[in-house]
Nanobody, 122 residues
Framework: QVQLVESGGGSVQAGESLRLSCAVS????????MGWFRQAPGKEREGVAS???????RYTDSVKGRFTISLDSAKNTLYLQMNSAKPDDTAMYYC????????????????WGQGTQVTVSS
């Protein structure tokens, strides 16, 4: 059973940085997709960034150049480095994992963490 536990959320001022972590356990397959998603109050959940075992990373347009996703396989930890934070980044952030498919990463991931809250004030 894959388990994902996020940490690192908190409150920051606009322009500051924050790093989210996601500890992964029970993940034994070498072909993977891992991603960060977020959901703000009253809004739909959106994909923020993803990294796959084929080396591809993807970012939603609003975070390109500011956020960086990375995976430390030795520590089984997924990270999201958030720089130049904006109030629009305020949301609950979730990490998710699934298997890399022939067409790429799935739209809906199978495994999810409980989330960590990020609040950015102006």
């Amino acid at each position: 059973q894959v388990q994902l536990v996020e940490s690192g959320g908190g409150s920051v001022q606009a322009g500051e940085s924050l790093r989210l972590s996601c500890a992964v356990s029970g993940h034994s397959y070498s072909s993977y997709c891992m991603g960060w998603f977020r959901q703000a109050p009253g809004k739909e959940r959106e994909g923020v960034a993803s990294v796959a075992s084929d080396g591809k990373t993807r970012y939603t347009d609003s975070v390109k150049g500011r956020f960086t996703i990375s995976l430390d396989s030795a520590k089984n930890t997924l990270y999201l480095q958030m720089n130049s934070a904006k109030p629009d980044d305020t949301a609950m952030y979730y990490c998710a994992a699934d298997t890399l498919r022939w067409f790429g990463c799935p739209i809906v991931y199978k495994y999810w963490g409980q989330g960590t809250q990020v609040t950015v004030s102006s």
